[in-house]
């Protein structure tokens, strides 16, 4: 007679439940923001009852933090996923920028949400981002900061303020997509049409290689590698939550 199979345990279950509701709330703070995101709605998208979103997450202010914890993880987690420790450290610098690129591009509510609450902070008003910055945004600048000096020491990178590099490597990405709705006017073509990033991501990739490398025919050969290892992922799915009295 066959066994039946153990059923999940308890704790499982309950942390299934809680990623699903946190993804319902990502993308429902990311579309209507923290005053206009509803957590019915958000409870009904997560598939549970109002009642349980209340169990895991006392409040509508708790669900945010955590949802913004959430998405500062998952950028983090993301940004710095080495393709391997035996790549130099510009490699691995190559690498992060162009994952930066994709992620603007392909995760949509993520960017929303902490772009939100970076005007909120930048506006000096009440906001959940400034308790993440000292637990998960400056371990993370401090191991790019590190690469890049890593880089300068090995005499692959050039000789120049790391903060910089970093800069051109990040501010470029997030400047052509800022500017999309104005370049599509002056271009008559639209930035964010697939094709479009596509040629604008690898021109990215190939102008590092040249602009941030010693010898510029190992940049070349760097960029080279990194984009074909790394195909272009499809954008994210956007989706829209109503905003309904609650």
Known sequence: ???TPPSRPQHERADQTRARILDAAIRAFSEN????????QIAEAAGVNKALLYYYFQGKEALYSAALEDVARRVVASSMAAPGDK???????????LNHFDRIH???????????EMVRLHRGEKNAIAPLIETV????????????AEGKRSGELIQVDEWQIMYAALGANVFYFLSAPVMEVLAQTNPLERGAMALRRKAAV?????AIFA?????AQVAARVLAATPMPESGE?????VTPE
């Open 238 to 242: 956007r989706k829209k939550f109503e």
């Open 215 to 219: 010898d510029r025919k190992h940049g």
């Open 206 to 210: 190939e102008y590092l290689g040249q």
């Open 137 to 148: 945004f400056r371990p993370m600048m401090k191991r790019l900061l590190d690469l890049l």
């Open 33 to 40: 923001g923290l005053a206009g995101a509803r957590t019915g």
């Open 106 to 116: 392909s995760q949509h509510a993520l960017q929303s949400l902490m772009q939100q």
């Open 1 to 3: 007679m066959p066994l």
């Open 87 to 97: 790549l130099s450290a510009g490699e691995r610098l190559v690498y992060f920028a």
